[in-house]
């Protein structure tokens, strides 16, 4: 019964913020985390982009990894202030350190490393003063999406977040700066906010792929603060099992922040507008998930202009033009078969499906010819196994449409096929 109680709760759970506020208090300390184990078999090849009239090459090959491993904490000073932190080692981490420095002709000096990074995901201070107002300040998770704010493994049945999220925004995407939060109204009429001010995002990684998620600092010691980025989240909470979200996020001028910005002196102001919508139901029996993202940035042509002068401290291809628009969307279902069959020995298995679309290439200023091999139609459908209430091991299949904005039908570029296989945690494992 204890094991049955506890998988009912943490379907139920929404991230390991999410657990505190579900009973998992503590009144000194806490310490916990996640992690994942990655294995994908793949039927294509590296590229999409190697200049073939079919898009991407037919290829076996196999990759097995570790995404992230992290650990998180926090610390309880008194009843109104507390400290929060989580320490992610992505990719196993890195084999040597390297520091980017800007030498004095003006270059940038950098060194070999092995793939992966060990970040600082969240740092911060909190005072709570009451259900309505708290405030929070240091190195923060922005909620610009759905995936973002509900990040940990265990809280997306797939065996890797959403692909539409992660290619136009950056995940996991912390920023530093301050927060205020709260709640406010009763039963129906329960709503949650969230107003961040943090570091904005720097033109310099913008491009063709990824749209604006290559532009999260982060690479020196300090960002870039000349253009603050503004971002509000509200939810509504009034329904048992429903949440329906909606995220503003803003930069009044992305080329302040780069890290040479005379070099944009010919683009003007270069305002980032990003607008995001997600809804999620859950219940004993069955989940349901919905998002969409639109992104708007002022003077992308000429953005690309600078970016292939060479101009810009990053490197883009000849055929990195940066969109003005970018698309994605989503819907995801899950049932969980124990809870609808009533058989408490049955395994806790939850078969679930996704279809998303995105497109960092959505739209193009006049003149602009977006890449269409960008564009993205994406089939998911696998099974969770809760082994233990925080601990999943994962199956799916993926189909990637290139070139169409159909949910069935054909395109002249190659389809993506894709098997994978997860085993996933999250959990606080200690606290006083």
Partial sequence: MMKVKAFATILALSSLSAMAQEGEEYQKFRVGGYGEVLASFMGYGTSRFNGTANGNTYENRNRISIPRFVVAGDYRFNKHWNLGAEIEFEAGGVGMETEIEASENGEYETEIEKGGEVALEQFHLTYTQSDALNVRVG???????????????????????????????????????????????????????????????????FGRDHWVADGKQGLFETDNFTSPAYTLRLEYLGVPGLRIGATYYFCNDVTANADKRYKYSSVGRSALNIVTADAQYRNRYFTARANVIWGHLDNAAKMSAVNLSNKSNYHHGAMHRIAQNALAYGVEAGINLRSLIRC?????????????????????????????????????????????????????????????????????????????????????????
């Fill in 139 to 205: 190195h923060m998770v922005l909620p610009v999406g759905l995936t973002n704010a509900h990040h940990e493994p265990i809280m997306f049945y797939g065996t890797v977040r959403p692909e539409g999220e992660t290619t136009l925004l950056p995940s996991t995407w912390h920023e530093t700066g301050l927060s205020l939060f709260g709640r406010f109204g009763k039963g129906y009429a329960q709503m949650r906010y969230e107003v961040f001010v943090t570091a904005g995002l720097n033109a310099d990684g």
């Fill in 344 to 432: 408490k020995r049955m395994p806790a298995l939850v078969p679930f499906a996704r279809y998303e679309y995105f497109n960092p290439q959505q739209k193009g200023e006049a003149g602009e010819t977006m890449d269409a091999r960008c564009q993205v139609s994406k089939w998911v459908a696998g099974m969770n196994w809760f082994a233990l209430p925080y601990l999943v091991v994962k199956a799916d299949w993926s189909n990637r449409c290139i070139g169409t904005q159909q949910v069935f039908g054909g395109s002249r570029y190659n389809r993506e096929n894709e098997f994978s296989l997860a085993i996933a945690y999250t959990g606080w494992f200690w606290k006083k």
